[in-house]
């Protein structure tokens, strides 16, 4: 398992996406101002990407709740697994709260779970779908 992105979910999203494309002049790997995603290369292994905050919500169904409450994540830190299935798995079997079960998100590519860490932070565990 390898840490692949850090995505911002943000109120905002066309100025988070003007700030990392034209203030910080982050190359755009995908998505544009208009896309509700991005994704940006930080020079590193890990990409930064940008969600609009309500289309993760929505996924999560938390999206009826109070944006302000913590279960309205703000981040979430991805990780990508050779096998997406066998791991989440494992993580359920090691007591890790399971947020979403292993599903097909074919607008992104992937296959992916969500989980909370102990402090409540939102991990998403995928792998690309072929």
């Not at 390898?2 to 494309?21: G, K, Q, T």
């Amino acid at each position: 398992m390898r840490m692949s992105y850090v995505r911002l979910l943000a109120d905002d999203y066309e100025a988070c996406f003007r700030f990392y494309a034209d203030v910080l002049k982050l190359p755009v790997l995908r998505g544009s101002e208009l896309t509700r995603y991005a994704e940006f290369e930080t020079g590193a292994n890990t990409k930064l990407a940008l969600n609009q905050r309500e289309v993760v919500a929505e996924a999560l169904e938390t999206d009826m709740e109070d944006p302000y409450l913590p279960r309205q994540d703000r981040v979430a830190v991805i990780f990508e697994a050779d096998d997406v299935d066998a791991k989440a798995a494992e993580l359920i079997a090691a007591g890790v709260p399971l947020v979403s079960p292993v599903k097909e998100w074919t607008a992104l590519g992937i296959r992916a779970a969500h989980f909370r860490d102990p402090d409540g932070y939102l991990l998403e565990l995928n792998q690309p779908l072929l």
